[in-house]
């Protein structure tokens, strides 16, 4: 089956980019939190102008989903290690195969608004390593690390101001001191707060990284709920929103992963990631789950972000928006991937093709 453009639906090839507003990236990550908490509306909030053009394209929001995730940043690079200049480079494919940044909680929630075109991709940091968020002593003046992973990202953004990257950082609270809270013990809570304030996420990665088929269904609770209550220490009220799995292992209560309690102190993840291994489906599908989402782990491997979209680019199963936050368009041979009830949130748009 192929699509192609001399076909009854040529006319959604006129999908054009809308400039809707020049607004920072920054007044997009403040629009949108603020304006989660009010009302589904916010998914209609203003998207940076954009400077790419998708030049034609075919809408299929029932494509799959790259969550990327990352571990150490540094050399030499490795699994489980991309160099600074690797991430670089792999923020430069993102934005030159026409990837859009979007959140966690805007692809759980399927909240999504990204520009015509686009593809929307989640970025997440595992293991809160130095790596990731370093500060640097200039002259007693802190700074962040230009080659730290969050230097990186910054520094993209203020270039690349149709690219509003953010990320999930899943941290650790309690681990040996390199992997703890980004291992700069005296910044601890300055780079949390720094984070939040700047439209990143601080997620869940237990207590201590210990895997949830370790322990029994009072040792999940206690480990998940002991995160919350150490990262208070730091940010009064902060709640965990989503929740990484230490190795990628299921507790055996999995109804415990994103909801429960220890000693008065209670967590609801409304997401849960898996460790890497393939692309999400589209959240718009019936397959998806919130407290499952699978990953992609960053590298040039076979199963690395850059031979998804290459496959995915083949078989023409990558998630490509209409640019409409309010409508769903896909193919109409997905019919039956379409998660039920979402027709009564979403206008629908069936894509008819025509076999070559
Ligand atoms: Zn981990």
Same mark, same amino acid.
């Given at each position: 089956?192929?699509?192609?453009?001399?076909? &009854?639906?040529?006319?959604?090839?006129?999908?054009?980019?809308?400039?809707?507003?020049?607004?920072?990236?920054?007044?997009?990550?403040?629009?949108?939190?603020?304006?989660?908490?009010?009302?589904?509306?916010?998914?209609?909030?203003?998207?940076?102008?954009?400077?790419?053009?998708?030049?034609?394209?075919?809408?299929?929001? =029932? /494509?799959? %989903?790259?969550?990327?995730?990352?571990?150490?940043?540094?050399?030499?690079?490795?699994?489980?290690?991309?160099?600074?200049?690797?991430?670089?480079?792999?923020?430069?494919?993102?934005?030159?195969?026409?990837?859009?940044?979007? $959140?966690?909680?805007?692809?759980?929630?399927?909240?999504?608004?990204?520009?015509?075109?686009?593809?929307?991709?989640?970025?997440?940091?595992?293991?809160?390593?130095?790596?990731?968020?370093?500060?640097?002593?200039?002259?007693?003046?802190?700074?962040?690390?230009?080659?730290?992973?969050?230097?990186?990202?910054?520094?993209?953004?203020?270039?690349?101001?149709? #690219?509003?990257?953010?990320?999930?950082?899943?941290?650790?609270?309690?681990?040996?001191?390199?992997?703890?809270?980004?291992?700069?013990?005296?910044?601890?809570?300055?780079?949390?707060?720094?984070?939040?304030?700047?439209?990143?996420?601080? /997620?869940?990665?237990?207590?201590?990284?210990?895997?949830?088929?370790?322990?029994?269904?009072?040792? %999940?609770?206690?480990?998940?709920?002991? #995160?919350?209550?150490?990262?208070?220490?730091?940010?009064? !009220?902060?709640?965990?929103?989503? #929740?990484?799995?230490?190795?990628?292992?299921?507790?055996?209560?999995?109804?415990?992963?994103?909801?429960?309690?220890?000693?008065?102190?209670?967590?609801?993840?409304? *997401?849960?990631? &898996?460790?890497?291994?393939?692309?999400?489906?589209?959240?718009?599908?019936?397959?998806?789950?919130?407290?499952?989402?699978?990953? %992609?782990? *960053?590298?040039?491997?076979?199963?690395?972000?850059? *031979?998804?979209?290459?496959?995915?680019?083949?078989?023409?199963?990558? #998630?490509?928006?209409? !640019?409409?936050?309010?409508?769903?368009?896909?193919?109409?041979?997905?019919?039956?991937?379409?998660?039920?009830? =979402?027709?009564?949130?979403?206008?629908?748009?069936?894509?008819? $093709?025509? *076999?070559?």
């Amino acid at each position: 089956m192929n699509y192609t453009r001399n076909t &009854l639906y040529q006319a959604i090839l006129a999908f054009t980019i809308t400039a809707v507003s020049a607004c920072s990236a920054t007044d997009k990550n403040n629009a949108t939190t603020a304006a989660d908490s009010l009302s589904g509306d916010s998914i209609t909030a203003a998207l940076p102008a954009q400077l790419r053009k998708p030049k034609e394209f075919i809408p299929n929001e =029932l /494509g799959k %989903v790259m969550v990327l995730e990352y571990h150490l940043i540094g050399a030499p690079e490795n699994e489980w290690r991309r160099t600074p200049e690797n991430f670089r480079r792999d923020l430069n494919m993102l934005y030159d195969h026409n990837f859009y940044p979007v $959140s966690v909680k805007d692809l759980a929630t399927g909240k999504l608004n990204v520009p015509a075109g686009m593809t929307p991709f989640v970025m997440t940091f595992d293991d809160s390593s130095a790596g990731q968020f370093r500060y640097l002593d200039k002259n007693g003046k802190l700074e962040i690390d230009p080659d730290c992973a969050l230097g990186i990202m910054e520094d993209f953004k203020k270039r690349h101001p149709d #690219f509003p990257i953010t990320a999930s950082f899943y941290v650790l609270p309690a681990i040996k001191p390199t992997l703890r809270l980004f291992a700069q013990p005296d910044y601890q809570k300055q780079k949390l707060e720094w984070l939040i304030k700047n439209g990143y996420e601080v /997620g869940s990665h237990g207590w201590f990284h210990v895997p949830l088929n370790k322990l029994d269904d009072a040792g %999940v609770q206690k480990h998940l709920a002991m #995160f919350v209550k150490e990262i208070r220490n730091f940010i009064p !009220g902060y709640e965990a929103e989503s #929740f990484a799995l230490p190795l990628g292992m299921h507790a055996k209560n999995r109804a415990l992963e994103s909801k429960g309690s220890f000693e008065g102190t209670s967590y609801n993840h409304k *997401a849960v990631f &898996l460790v890497g291994s393939v692309a999400s489906v589209s959240p718009y599908s019936k397959d998806f789950n919130p407290l499952a989402i699978q990953r %992609v782990q *960053a590298g040039d491997t076979p199963t690395g972000p850059e *031979a998804f979209m290459k496959q995915q680019d083949k078989h023409g199963n990558r #998630f490509i928006s209409d !640019g409409d936050p309010k409508k769903i368009s896909a193919p109409a041979t997905a019919k039956d991937q379409l998660k039920p009830g =979402l027709e009564k949130r979403y206008q629908i748009n069936w894509l008819e $093709s025509t *076999a070559k």
